[in-house]
């Protein structure tokens, strides 16, 4: 089965199509919020790079978050229309477990965290397990020193991966206990999306479009702060 994957929850977007082979062909862009832009034609770019048609796809996965809410939107959106059009079904993953997946050899438990902006982080905690990672605790919004002082009290050393631990390296790097993954593996990549739906896939782990609900975790950053002015 072929499976196209489509990321959207950080600042970098992203798509990848592959199936029982592996990934065939992917592609991954960071320019700002410009997610609209730049997906339609990855998705197109993809599919010719695998040489295949959009019509042999058996199913769309997406991230569904938690992330920010304009790239969210537009990541869920276009794969909910790509499938809704193909009549074919879907499978959700969320962001924090595509953070996690890439670094399942370690030998520390695994802290996601995606930068939420407004000084927060989305994260959650996982445990490495053969062939995978298994997430022990649910997704949860907090300030960064609060996570951290989360970790230390707990003393079990941590490997803490996500553009949530770039962007407050000052919080994170200095906190005891705690390793800071690499920078590559920064965003949620569409290539994991794809494996990790295909194993759901063989499972026949598959939902409809219309039961597709992105994770956003909290109000969008324009209602918030319509409400501080209104406040003000």
């Keep these: 089965m072929l499976i196209l994957g489509i990321e959207s929850a ?8 592959g199936g029982h082979e592996g990934v065939l062909a992917s ?10 832009e730049a997906l339609a034609p990855q998705i197109e770019f993809v599919a010719e790079q ?8 058996g199913a769309v996965a997406v991230d569904v978050g938690p992330g920010l809410y304009t790239g969210l939107r537009v990541g869920v959106t276009t794969a909910l229309s790509i499938a809704t ?5 879907m499978i959700g993953v969320s962001s924090l477990d ?5 670094v399942a050899l370690t030998d520390r438990k695994i802290v996601a965290v995606v930068d939420a902006r407004r000084a927060e982080v989305f994260h959650a905690s ?37 553009d949530g631990a770039a962007a407050h390296g000052d919080v994170f790097g200095g906190a005891h206990g705690v ?28 939902v409809r479009p219309d039961e597709i609900e992105p994770l956003y975790l909290r109000r969008p950053d324009a209602e918030a702060k319509w409400d501080a002015k209104a406040g003000s």
């Design 85 to 89: 059009t193909l009549r074919v079904p």
């Design 50 to 57: 695998a040489g295949v048609s959009l019509r042999e796809l």
């Design 179 to 206: 390793e800071l993954a690499d920078d590559s593996f920064a965003h949620p990549s569409a290539g994991s999306l794809v494996a990790l739906a295909h194993a759901r896939a063989l499972r026949e782990e598959f």
């Design 126 to 162: 996982y445990r490495p397990v053969p062939g995978g990672v298994q997430r022990i605790s649910e997704p949860a919004v907090a300030r960064p020193g609060d996570l951290v002082a989360a970790i230390e009290a707990d003393g079990e050393p941590v490997l803490v991966v996500g």
């Design 27 to 36: 592609a991954h862009s960071s320019r700002g919020r410009r997610h609209a």
């Design 98 to 102: 595509l953070l996690a997946f890439p």
């Design 10 to 17: 950080t600042a970098r977007v992203g798509c990848a199509i």
